[in-house]
């Protein structure tokens, strides 16, 4: 039975699905300098480590099993932070029960699922207003937006390449970010930034062209590592690299390069932290700097999205990590996967 929500109070009461390390930082510390949001309630499989993840963030109701939580009237809207090939179950089973959807990247495990949860969140939004968003945070930062605002003025000139690296050490192999049974792997964990950044600066989806990954030894169907070359409409060419383990220990980058000039931006994904935007030169000129910016740290990019989340709930504003775009850029995901010869995420094969 479809439930239909009453029009959400204010604060937005959001509850929050698994007690996952990453909802401190994206959710639980911006919604309490939110004054529009609050965490009203968070469930758990392991009913103990959601009390005392409650006990330690002041969140007043502790559910056992994530199906008490969204049968919870005074839940108006979920976080979906559980491993990857979760995704898509649990935003549907949310959406059933009437509630608005802020799920973690990737948005689920393969394309064809993200056609299913955006096919949903359209009839859902028709029907009843529901919101889902993917969780792309620095989306939602001035810095997202700045860089797309250079390239679109015409100031690098004719776009003709772009670039993006996500790479950070991530060791431990038994991490589930290493697990294919909950769709992991470096494409998807820290290469959907990479992807989702390059369409940005690339302003269309591209086809890949070729790609290249370094394996699990313990697991040949789950990468490591990742570079994929794309194409976009047009001519524009892209370059794309991704790792939770390789000599490429860390590095968070983006590159637009121009017929008259280059932008370059470290940190893309965490500038509260640091970033650094660069204009140069074409190198043909020296590649000289012609100036740097850098914006506030605050709000960080976790405060911008739930801000946005917010306001795309309470006052139906634009949703730009839409369900759309998420099947779009979970598409180019696939495709690096079918380039690399690697299965795509959510399908079972044999190891």
């Given at each position: 039975m479809t439930v239909t929500p009453n029009p959400p109070p204010q604060p937005l009461r959001i509850g929050l699905l698994?007690?996952?390390?990453?909802?401190?930082?994206?959710?639980?510390?911006?919604?309490?300098?939110?004054?529009?949001?609050?965490?009203?309630?968070?469930?758990?499989?392991?009913?103990?480590?959601?009390?005392?993840?409650?006990?330690k963030h002041g969140i007043p109701d502790v559910h056992t099993g994530y199906d008490a939580l969204l049968e919870d009237p005074q839940v108006d809207a979920v976080y979906v932070p559980l491993p990857n090939g979760l995704h898509a179950e649990w935003t549907l089973k949310a959406l059933r029960a009437g509630k608005h959807v802020l799920c973690e990247k990737p948005f689920t495990a393969n394309r064809a699922e993200a056609e299913r949860v955006a096919e949903a969140a359209g009839e859902a939004f028709a029907r009843s207003g529901l919101v889902v968003m993917e969780a792309f945070h620095y989306r939602h930062h001035p810095l997202a937006a700045r860089m797309r605002e250079i390239v679109e003025?015409?100031?690098?000139?004719?776009?003709?390449?772009?670039?993006?690296?996500?790479?950070?050490?991530?060791?431990?192999?038994?991490?589930?970010?290493?697990?294919?049974g909950l769709a992991g792997g470096a494409t998807m964990d820290a290469g959907c930034y990479a992807v989702h950044v390059a369409r940005l600066l690339g302003g269309d989806d591209p086809?890949?062209?070729?790609?290249?990954?370094l394996t699990l030894r313990k697991d040949p169907r789950v990468d490591r590592a990742m570079s994929?070359?794309?194409?976009?409409?047009?001519?524009?060419?892209?370059?794309?690299?991704?790792?939770m383990w390789s000599r490429r220990l860390l590095s968070i980058r983006a590159r637009a390069i121009g017929s008259t000039g280059e932008l370059d931006v470290i940190n893309f994904v965490m500038p509260q932290l640091y970033h650094r935007l660069?204009?140069?030169?074409?190198?043909?000129?020296?590649?000289?700097?012609?100036?740097?910016?850098?914006?506030s740290r605050t709000p960080s990019s976790y405060d911008c999205q739930l801000s946005a989340f917010a306001a795309a709930v309470l006052d139906k504003g634009p949703v730009i990590t839409s369900p759309a775009d998420a099947v779009a850029n979970m598409g180019v995901i696939d495709e690096i996967y079918r380039a690399c010869g690697l299965p795509v995420r959510g399908q079972p094969q044999e190891r």
């Amino acid at each position: 039975m479809t439930v239909t929500p009453n029009p959400p109070p204010q604060p937005l009461r959001i509850g929050l699905l698994g007690a996952a390390a990453i909802a401190p930082s994206a959710l639980v510390k911006p919604a309490s300098r939110n004054p529009r949001v609050t965490v009203t309630a968070v469930a758990a499989r392991d009913r103990s480590r959601a009390e005392e993840f409650a006990r330690k963030h002041g969140i007043p109701d502790v559910h056992t099993g994530y199906d008490a939580l969204l049968e919870d009237p005074q839940v108006d809207a979920v976080y979906v932070p559980l491993p990857n090939g979760l995704h898509a179950e649990w935003t549907l089973k949310a959406l059933r029960a009437g509630k608005h959807v802020l799920c973690e990247k990737p948005f689920t495990a393969n394309r064809a699922e993200a056609e299913r949860v955006a096919e949903a969140a359209g009839e859902a939004f028709a029907r009843s207003g529901l919101v889902v968003m993917e969780a792309f945070h620095y989306r939602h930062h001035p810095l997202a937006a700045r860089m797309r605002e250079i390239v679109e003025s015409g100031e690098l000139g004719e776009l003709q390449r772009v670039e993006a690296e996500v790479c950070f050490p991530l060791p431990r192999f038994s991490d589930i970010r290493y697990d294919y049974g909950l769709a992991g792997g470096a494409t998807m964990d820290a290469g959907c930034y990479a992807v989702h950044v390059a369409r940005l600066l690339g302003g269309d989806d591209p086809a890949v062209t070729g790609a290249r990954m370094l394996t699990l030894r313990k697991d040949p169907r789950v990468d490591r590592a990742m570079s994929a070359e794309l194409a976009f409409p047009g001519g524009v060419v892209g370059h794309v690299r991704a790792s939770m383990w390789s000599r490429r220990l860390l590095s968070i980058r983006a590159r637009a390069i121009g017929s008259t000039g280059e932008l370059d931006v470290i940190n893309f994904v965490m500038p509260q932290l640091y970033h650094r935007l660069t204009v140069r030169a074409p190198r043909a000129e020296g590649g000289g700097v012609v100036r740097r910016e850098r914006l506030s740290r605050t709000p960080s990019s976790y405060d911008c999205q739930l801000s946005a989340f917010a306001a795309a709930v309470l006052d139906k504003g634009p949703v730009i990590t839409s369900p759309a775009d998420a099947v779009a850029n979970m598409g180019v995901i696939d495709e690096i996967y079918r380039a690399c010869g690697l299965p795509v995420r959510g399908q079972p094969q044999e190891r």
